[in-house]
């Protein structure tokens, strides 16, 4: 089995004591040419054609092994059927393919013509889909034949965007659309790689993501092909994907969260990527998906790992898995404690955005501190600043931020927001990069996260963040799901509001209220508990599922009673 392509990008040694160690050694070097289809997906294709590089299965039972040979042959064809549509280096094609096994070999491909890959959900609406044609000049939409609605979205984008020129749809024929399926297999299987300035590279662009943003339009971040390398940190040294071993990321490919779990770091590491493709998440579904398939590192949102631990994990073999992650939220500490005693596994956290890969994470030489997102990752000089600009001390709330040189950024770190210079500065501006979540640093280096920092409740004098509250509420059994915001308050200025969705079997009264608001008093601190609590059936969430915790906020606003100058309850 070749060695771990990793190591040859690492200008230092891979094995560290300590993370003091890690963070002063750790550096990845850029080679002069980088493109990683060609030096990493092609490269293990030439010296493993029969290496595992995609294990897919979906909810019939069908199981495709799919090798780095079988992705390479189809890369190079997709990338002939690409190039005969008129697809060129620069050119942006919108990619709507689920869990699609075509995936990979598509992107692949668009990387060897060196067009950036727009990578979008099943979930747009058609209005998003005009939106998000209109903004990055997408030229080619390649979308799945299992949604109606984008399919008819794609169609109404060609109408209302004279730019769109080609819709394809992945399998089938359908009018107004070429097939990939049908035709890719005519396409020859060598592909002549580009030379000169049309040879993809480095500093060209790669990835156009749009952020799920809780208010506003989404925002389009640009990464370069020298990205992929920052994902060694997201692979081996927080998830610990395994050489030789499989990866499981719960993710649809049209997220950022995708390239984290399902392809560069991963192939880098050396493990192959499973992919499970759903309709919907069904805990006890993806827990035989662990045991059949001896997955070996798995990363999911706390929200999973809590709907996972309803279930009994009798009769699942659990006993290859050696690493999880999580990430996306503050993790409970009673539900990783839980998960620690199910499987001997600890879950380790993480901080990022789609701006950057990993940036504050548990490494494995760090002590497991379950609600805390870790220390920074050696690729980023990361920092807490007060509103000053002044760094915060131990137990002080402040803005995570990272400083660098936009001329010369890390390893990692997107570029700036595509054709949107105002909104680029408005977060880089001074050689700080502000990620817009605010945070607390303990004594030991370790930080804790507070919510955005539009979240961040201000309450007669203090600073509450929602995480810590919703935290402390996940632990009462009746609570499925909750979202703490603020609400107008004439004498405090705000007050904590909770909004809940309850678990199956629990009735929402005035009882419960006061249950879960003496729960709170005496899990975390007593200014904390939500003087307000609504029950709900289900949270406004985004499309990616984060929640719309402005929506809440807005309807707060509105439910104020003259008289009294409170929120009603």
Known sequence: MMQPLYLDYLSCPVQYATYDDFNKKFQITKPECFNFAYDVADRIAAEEPDRLAVLWTDESGQCIRYTFGELMEESNRAANWFTSLGIVKGDRVMLVLRRHLQFWPILMALHKIGAVAVPATHLLTEKDVIYRVNAAGIRMIVATYRNETILSACLAAQQACPGLQTLAILKGRREGFVSYNQEVLACSPQWM?????????????????????????????QHNHYYPLGHIVTAVYWQQCVNGGIHLTISETGWAKSVWGKLYGQWLAGSAVFVYEFERFIARDVLRQLSQHGITSFCAPPTMYRYLLQESFDGYDLSKLQHCSVAGEPLNPDMAAEWLKRTHVPLLEAFGQTELVVTLATFPFMKVCPGSMGKPSPLFDVDLIDEDGNSCPP???????????????????????????????????????????????????????????DDVIKSSGYRIGPFEVESALLEHPAVLETAITGAPD???????????????????????????????????????????????????????????????????????DPSKGEPKI
């Open 193 to 221: 790689r580009p030379t000169g300035d049309a040879y993809p590279c480095n500093e060209d662009p790669l990835l156009l993501y749009f952020t799920s943003g809780t208010t506003g339009m989404p925002k389009m971040v």
């Open 395 to 453: 137990g002080v709330t402040g803005e995570i931020v990272v400083r660098a040189d936009p001329q010369a950024r890390p390893v990692g770190m997107f570029g700036g927001y595509y054709q949107d210079g105002d909104r680029t500065q408005s977060v880089w501006a001074d050689g700080i990069y502000h990620t817009g979540d605010v945070a607390w640093r303990d004594e030991w280096g370790y930080y804790w996260y507070v919510g955005r920092s």
């Open 490 to 560: 004439e004498l405090r200025g705000q007050v904590v509001k909770a909004t809940i969705v309850l678990k199956p079997g629990y009735l929402a009264s005035e009882e419960l209220k006061k249950e879960l608001q003496e729960h709170v008093k005496h899990t975390t601190a007593p200014y904390k508990y939500p003087r307000i609590i609504e029950f709900v059936s289900e949270l406004p969430k985004t499309i990616s599922g984060k929640i719309r915790r402005v929506e809440l906020r807005q309807k707060a606003e509105t439910q104020i």
